[in-house]
């Protein structure tokens, strides 16, 4: 059933490094984009819980218009409408772009963008979630607003909200697919293009789903390392989220 | 930004009100099917019914862990095969896009409702089985009268906003060239070279439809709050 | 400001009031602290005794009246509230150690952010406090390895670090154990011996008899009696003192 990735394309290569090359696309969107989405969504998430009127209420407008508009709808906004709102100039340039790259970048901050959306959110729920007295006591020590967010209340939160940033991480590996509609060669795309090529439709999707699943395992045992990594001493263990490919690999997860 | 012309929009509103309803439709159909299906799931692991549990374990599994693009991909290739063999016909028999789409989205979306249950059912308090063993209750009637509608009181928000999910994905049968929303937006702003209209025009659409339902949703986990505060 | 009421008394507030809705916590009470007074303050919960020591620090803010601490008149203003809290220490009923910081890292964060000190002598700082509430050797370890006793000690460990010139202590062994009071009283003690300025929020009678030398009686928001230790409780003038002080005592 395999066998399809060690035939060659009409490039020369095999099927396996078209494979390879995809998931390399995929990789490389899911990680940058997420330590895009963390960093906005951090902010972001900590602005929805401002005393500021105004950061709160724009963080708030952030959230709604990137959680409410389809990431696909989101993609043929970066990659279509951007360009063409930009000025004449900068809007050319981009629009040149040389290929991998001019689809690339604006799948990268689609991504970044809407996945920051909704760790936001879960930033939110993880500062209200902390007690009161955190805040207060570092008022009563003199902390400014900032450092108390900062060495205070986010570290915090950031513990708290690990198990659900693990499906907001599997989130973002899964949405990189989308990408091949702006003509982006990721797995997906990889997985499609050698099934148009060689007829061998199950091999191909079949290896490309195999990955799938393995970057999920991956995926989730590096969140299992991070909680376990980042676990308060004396406090009681965070409950994980749930093993993606349960009981399938390796040894049940939290320690 | 100069030359926008938003009356290609008003020419194309009764062809994107059909792929509206397209998506519409198909948001309906699989937040239902999936619904009893995911619930189903998670029953079936809630009970620990030997074989099933497992398999819908490993189901639930593989369904949240790939794209659903890649989904779509292989329900679309396998459908037509699997209704094939089951008609004897012997070559795979195509039940349109629509139907196809239905199928996919409804087996998708029940493994996101069944964990959602299944953590709901986690969450009802152990004394109502309890007590519904005291009352000599038989399992079903357990399930259906006590512990089912609990679970869909606690849960009605999550599976809310799990369905508004699930209307944004649907604009990804786009891959497939079908006419959803984003498909009819799609065919004209390639047609007529007016994809800033369109694709503006079609994100506004859903930005309303999607923030007026996580209001409503909002509204609700207010209320269900006050109701379960004893 | 006014320079000769900053000299002589650290706290000074004035027909201070303060509102949750309708209901009214503080109804226009005055207090003055001297430097080295320790104060008790004691009433039936809900009586406004919390808010009242709250409201120094402004972790509550007071709706009329004014508050003077160290000469400073608690506004709005940002820059003078954050001077405040500076000097002024607080100890919480349920501790309010910062569970993800070791016990050293709690003692140090304030005065290195707040005090602008470096790591070694916010540190040489803190190990010096935590040998002063006796749980040097605890430093490296979390809030949540140790006892509530203990940690109660290294949360005033912490304020110490500011070296504060008062102490806000609010129902500092409410939370705690009953065999782990007297370690937190004990360290308590400690502090007003050495001449700290205090005002403690407890229904601990004992360390009243013993530290105060004034005690407060607070009752409805207002307060209803203050006195020296041994009239307050040989002979309060109050019936709704008298009636407590039978409910505490016996």
Redesign the interface.
Known sequence: MFDVLFQRGFDGRLYLEWLLSGLGWTLALAFIGWWIAFAIGVLVGVGRTSKSRVIAALSRLYV??F????????M??WY??LP??LPTGLGTWVKQLPPPWGAFFPALLCLGTYTAARVAEQVRAGIEAL?Q??E?????????QL?TRR??VV??AL?LIIPSLTSEV?GIY?????A??IGLLEL?AQ??QI?ENTFQ??GA?AS??II??L???VAYRLMLWIDAKYH????SPSKPA???????FGKRGAA | MNGLDFSVVADALPYLWKGLQFSLTLTVVAFAAGLVLGVALALVQHLEVPVLSPLAKVYVAIMRSIPLIMVLFWFFFLVPLIIGAMMNSGRPVPIGGLWTAIITFSLFEAAYYSEIIRVGLRSVNKGQYEAAKALSLSTATTYRSIVLPQVFRITSPIILNQTIILFQDTSLVYVLSLTDLTGAASKIAQLNGTLVEMYLFIALVYLVICTSASQLVAVLRKRTRIATTR | MNQSNANTNVVEMIDVCKRYGTFEALKKVNLSVRKGERIIICGPSGSGKSTLIRCINRIEQHDAGSIVVEGQELTGAERDIAKVRREVGMVFQSFNLFPHLTILENCTLAPRRARGLSKAEAEDRAMHYLSKVRIPDQAKKYPGQLSGGQQQRVAIARALCMEPRVMLFDEPTSALDPEMVKEVLDTMIGLAEEGMTMLCVTHEMGFAKQVADRVVFMDGGQKIEEADPQTFFGAPENDRTRAFLQQVLH
């Open positions: 709604e218009i959680r409410n508009i389809p990431v696909l709808v989101q043929f906004l279509f409408v063409e709102l007690p007295g955190q207060e006591a570092a008022a009563a020590l003199g902390l400014s450092d060495f205070v570290p915090q513990r599997m899964k949405n990189t697919s989308v091949l509609t997906t997985a499609r099934s439709t199950f999707f490309a789903t799938y699943l970057l999920a395992l308060i001493p004396g406090t749930r093993k993606p490919l349960f009981g399938l």
